[in-house]
């Protein structure tokens, strides 16, 4: 039997999907053929049960309707062997008579669904494509299922969520659901794992964040207890945070406000009004140029200006790198040298733009080897 | 180690170190002060312990990191004990030389030995270099002699021999009694009578009473307290328990700056290790005395080094001094009778006390006694740390220690007391050294700054330096020192800027007095003094940057532009390499010119130009760029 002329439009490149037809009553195995080649499908039908096994082989059809009170055929039977050696063809059982007990029987036995022959062609039709999806994706599973198993040697995420994603659809099938949806759904479950992935990544970070955050706060409690928690020692507590971490991070301020009993806002007070504290974070390096007033009679104005310019930053400032911060000081004590500048605990006497630049480069040397 | 029960303990181990010492003939004192640490003397140190174990002579000389020797200009420098011979700038390579001749007893290695410049004679004793000649060295004299790590050199040298004749041999009154005839006046600015201040603090009620050294050193150009912490912490100790005992205090405090972590370091040190011997703690040397001793880090504030602000700062607060009604010896840290002392003067206390008020009262002038450390900087031949007798002329500091001006300059001022002293000029020089005499010409003693400025000063820029400093470390606490500080220096820069007008001169003397007036503490009210006494005796420098928009000293670099001289020029291309903004033109012909536009005038060209050429000068400035409105001082309307 051929495919209908308007299907034939829409279709002409894919070839139309095999029905076998195994039912003895003629008149309704023809009425049948002509709903299903209305929907595209080619037809076969076979009269006993013997041609529809030979036949089941031959046309390699995608769904067999099955009458199961037809004479020298066991259709449980049938079903079975179906089920196990092809299972990409998909079973309906449709009979005259039905019975509770008959379509428990079949359904049992792996049948797909279960018709009386009363059926209204639409209804059948609907059956027949959801029963043709799901060959297709049985079919689909078979050949995957080969690449699968050869990856599931190596385990990972993707291919565990796509075999998850095939038992969803294997399960949501049987519940009736079309393919296309089932697809958007795997894409949701996709979307949804990758968020979750992500999720979980963040609650990674804040987790080693929280992690740091106990560990400053460890180290501070330490400094703290040198002091003996007193309220007095805040400034000796506070220089030493400056040195451990090179600044004075807000959490750490807050924790010693508790730990002191001392409200945040004097502990800002004391941070902003003494010139060894930072509130930003100060470089791994420091280049203090000294402007006491030895250095300033011998020319510090005028070092400090080529420093700015040759490492790009106001003094007081530090680098995007957070590499450098530059700094005035009032006196190093060096006034013999002056005018001075101390990078890290090198002392330099009045160093050219070229000299500066080669100590300057030297430390990032050193810093990109570390 | 033992704890020292009863005074003989010390006098016994005493006697055992100096036999000990006395074993190596020959010792090398190499001075790690800060400054000559700068110039290296950690790794010659090193590499002297290293040739001494290498060629196995450890039994005949022996090393010792000493504190500062005070000549920084020339460091690192060794002393070589017992002969006394100076080496000075001494580096890695001369310490095969120094050993060899040391063990041959060939004598000095002459090349490393002081030059007099005059004479071109070879100066090899330490006594005998012009430097330290004319100094009187008592507080200072200990650091050469001793490793300040180490306690026992200390009590080798007659360490803590004080406060075994204070705690044995006197009562607390009579060691009040000796450092108020002694007429020990404060080492760290004021030169207030510390017996009188110790007597207050006794007589105050309130227990417990503390006893605080001040090494809040904030004076730019100013070394003398950390040196001495660096080098004898263990006599700033001493000086310390024997003014606990004096008062009767049973806590003390050093509060160290954060800017000095070697000092620091030394001082934990030694008070480690008095603890240990039982200097410090419960009952010293078997007395009744109980002391201790907290070391607190200053945070970096100039105002901390005022007695009330330093004693609100160890408290924990924000250091701002308050007003003082009542003094700080009457209720002074947590409202208790608090002694606060400066680190020298905490040094001299131990000679007093050993050699007696009369020995003191020998030396220096009617109202000012003893000697006092300066630390002698700026456009000086030799930069260093000296200690003179009171009454010593200033020239005599100046041209005589110091070796006068460098490259042929003339002198034009020394600058005494720090931020809050004023300029002296060359007809006053002959000003006696004391407390008195200098306040009487607008200058103060301070702790013992003393810059000295060449033609190349500029006074304007001087006075403005230090308000700088001033309005940026006044803690803001009273409006006169805050407004009155940030007023002068607007004025001060218009003036540098060349924007300067009739009037502004006055201006600043009338805003001088309110502030020295009307200021809370010691710092606003000398906070003027800079630029009062410039004014007082520069007046025509003023003049000329008002009116003919001219720096003298061609240092206002608003007032200056830098050219080269194309006869001087030898094309080296030093300027063009150094010049941060690209700011100097190099034409076909290899002919520098500076593209006045673009210059920022960093001086970086003038600094890269050989000395020998000299081809970048400094000129007037072509143009002065118009001040933009609402620059001007607040003041005026």
């Given at each position: ?12 490149k ?35 049960g ?15 309707l ?13 079903l ?20 509770v007990?008959?379509?428990?029987e ?12 009363q ?35 190596q385990?990972?995420?993707?291919y565990?969520?796509l075999l998850q ?30 968020h ?15 992690l740091?955050?106990?560990?400053d ?42 730990r ?7 502990i ?14 100060r ?21 400090l ?10 003094p ?7 590499s450098?911060?530059?700094?005035t ?24 733009r070229s ?16 | 180690m ?46 002297l312990?290293?040739?001494v174990?290498k060629?196995?002579?450890?039994d ?21 004990e ?27 290695v ?25 100094q009187?060295?008592i ?25 075994v004749k ?24 004021g030169g ?46 001493e000086?310390?328990?024997i ?43 078997g ?16 105002v ?31 409202g208790?009778?608090s ?23 020998s ?9 006092k ?18 009454g ?7 041209f ?20 809050s002293g ?18 009487k ?35 803001g606490?009273?409006?006169p020192?805050?407004e ?16 300067g ?7 600043l003397e009338?805003?001088?007095e309110?502030?020295e007036?009307?200021s ?69 012909d ?13 001086g ?34």
């Amino acid at each position: 039997m051929d495919v209908t002329k308007e299907e034939a439009d829409g279709q002409s490149k894919v070839s139309p999907i095999n029905i076998v037809i195994i039912d003895g009553d003629e008149s309704f195995a023809a009425s049948c053929s002509k709903t299903l080649e209305k929907g595209g499908y080619r037809v076969t039908a076979a009269k006993d049960g013997q041609q529809g096994l030979k036949l089941l082989d031959t046309a390699g059809p995608a769904v067999v309707l099955l009458d199961p009170k037809m004479a020298g055929m066991d259709v449980p039977e049938v079903l079975r062997r179906l089920s196990e050696t092809q299972p990409s063809i998909v079973p309906i059982v449709i009979t005259g008579q039905g019975t509770v007990n008959s379509a428990v029987e079949s359904m049992k036995a792996g049948a797909f669904d279960f018709l009386s022959k009363q059926v209204k062609p639409e209804k059948l039709l609907d059956t027949v494509r959801r029963a043709v999806s799901l060959s297709a994706l049985r079919k689909e599973a078979k050949e995957t299922g080969k690449a699968v198993s050869e990856l599931r040697r190596q385990p990972s995420d993707k291919y565990d969520l796509l075999l998850q994603g095939l038992d969803v659809l294997g399960e949501a099938y049987s519940l009736g659901l079309e393919k296309r949806q089932l697809l958007d759904e795997l894409a949701y479950l996709e979307s949804e794992a990758k968020h979750h992935a992500e999720s979980l990544g963040q609650i990674k970070k804040k987790e080693r964040a929280i992690l740091d955050i106990r560990n400053d706060l460890l180290a501070v409690d330490a400094m703290l207890k040198k002091y003996d928690f007193q309220k007095s020692s805040l400034i000796q507590v506070l220089l030493d945070v400056q040195e451990h971490f090179r600044w004075l991070p807000r959490h750490v301020l807050n924790w010693i406000a508790g730990r002191l009993n001392i409200p945040l806002r004097e502990i800002y007070i004391v941070a902003n009004f003494y010139e060894a504290f930072s509130l930003e974070p100060r470089g791994r390096h420091t280049v203090q140029v000294c402007t006491g007033t030895a250095c300033y009679l011998r020319g510090a104005s005028e070092l400090l200006i080529r420093a700015s310019a040759l490492l790009g930053i106001q003094p007081g400032q530090t680098d995007i790198k957070q590499s450098f911060t530059l700094e005035t000081v009032h006196c190093l004590g060096c006034c013999a040298l002056a005018p001075v500048v101390q990078i890290d605990t090198q002392y330099y006497h009045d160093p050219s733009r070229s000299k500066l630049e080669k100590v300057v480069k030297s430390l990032e040397k050193e810093e990109a080897l570390a | 180690m033992t704890r020292f029960k009863t005074p003989a303990d010390i006098a016994k181990l005493r006697k055992k170190i100096v036999s000990q010492r006395n074993s190596k003939p020959t010792w090398l004192a190499v001075c790690a002060g800060t400054g000559c640490r700068a110039y290296g003397a950690v790794i010659l140190a090193e590499s002297l312990e290293h040739e001494v174990d290498k060629r196995n002579v450890g039994d005949k000389i022996g090393v010792r990191r000493t504190g500062c020797h005070g000549f920084c200009q020339r460091g690192p420098v060794i002393v070589v004990e017992p002969s006394g011979a100076c080496y000075l700038g001494t580096q890695p390579k001369n310490v095969p030389d120094i050993i060899d001749n040391v063990l041959s007893g060939k004598g000095d290695v002459e090349h490393l030995t002081y030059l007099d410049e005059q004479n071109g004679k070879r100066l090899s004793l330490l006594e005998e270099i012009p430097f330290y000649k004319y100094q009187k060295r008592i507080v200072l004299a200990n650091n050469p002699l001793i490793d300040a790590s180490e306690i026992l050199d200390y009590i080798a040298v007659g360490g803590y021999a004080a406060l075994v004749k204070a705690l044995t041999k006197m009562t607390p009154d009579s060691v009040l009694q000796e450092i108020k005839d002694a007429n020990l006046r404060g080492r760290g600015g004021g030169g207030f009578p510390a017996g009188r201040k110790w007597e207050t603090t006794r007589n105050a009620h309130g227990e417990p009473k503390y006893v605080i050294v001040n090494a809040d050193e904030g004076d730019p150009g100013a070394y003398m307290d950390r040196s001495l912490l660096e080098g004898n912490p263990h006599g700033v100790l001493e000086g310390l328990i024997i003014g606990a005992y004096a008062i009767g205090a049973t806590e003390g405090f050093i509060y160290v700056r954060q800017e000095y972590p070697l000092a620091r370091m030394h001082t934990v040190k030694a008070l480690d290790q008095a603890r240990e011997y039982g200097l410090l703690g419960k009952n010293i040397l078997g007395s009744d005395l109980s002391f201790d001793v907290t070391i607190h880090r200053g945070a970096g504030a100039f105002v901390s080094g005022e007695s009330s602000a330093l004693m609100s700062a160890i408290e924990g607060h924000v250091g701002e001094p308050r007003p003082k009604y009542i003094h700080t010896s009457e209720k002074g840290i947590y409202g208790k009778p608090s002694c606060l002392n400066n680190v020298e003067t905490w040094a001299n206390v131990p000679h007093i006390i050993n050699k007696g008020a009369k020995w003191f009262c020998s030396m220096g002038t009617k109202g000012s006694k003893g000697t006092k450390i300066f630390s002698l900087v700026g456009k000086v031949k030799n930069t260093g740390l000296v200690e003179v007798p009171m009454g010593i002329s200033l020239r005599d500091i100046i041209f005589k220690i110091g070796g006068g001006v460098p490259n042929d300059k003339k002198f034009k001022a020394v600058q005494t007391g720090g931020p809050s002293g004023g300029v002296i000029p060359e007809p006053l020089l002959d000003l006696p050294v004391d407390f008195d005499e200098l306040t009487k010409v607008g200058s103060m003693m301070g702790s013992g700054g003393m810059i000295v400025m060449d033609e190349d000063t500029c006074m304007v820029d001087a006075a403005r330096y230090y308000t700088n400093f001033l309005a940026h470390e006044s803690c803001g606490k009273c409006v006169p020192c805050r407004e009155g500080t940030r007023q002068m220096l607007k004025i001060l820069d218009n003036i540098a800027s060349g924007w300067g007008q009739e009037g502004d001169i006055e201006l600043l003397e009338e805003l001088s007095e309110f502030m020295e007036t009307a200021s809370l503490c010691a710092l606003g009210q000398s906070a003027p003094f800079p630029v009062r006494s410039t004014i007082k005796y520069f007046r025509d420098e003023y003049d000329q940057h008002i009116r003919e928009k001219c720096c003298p000293a061609a240092v206002c670099s608003a007032l200056i532009a830098y050219e080269i001289d194309q006869e001087k020029c030898v094309k080296c291309g030093a300027c063009e390499r150094n010049c941060p903004v690209n700011a100097i033109n190099k034409s076909e012909d290899k002919v520098f010119t500076i593209v006045q536009e673009k210059c920022i005038k960093c001086g970086a060209c003038f600094t890269a130009c050989p000395k020998k050429f000299s081809a970048v000068i400094k000129v007037r400035a072509h143009s002065i760029p118009k001040q933009p409105a609402g620059a001007g001082a607040l003041l005026k309307q």
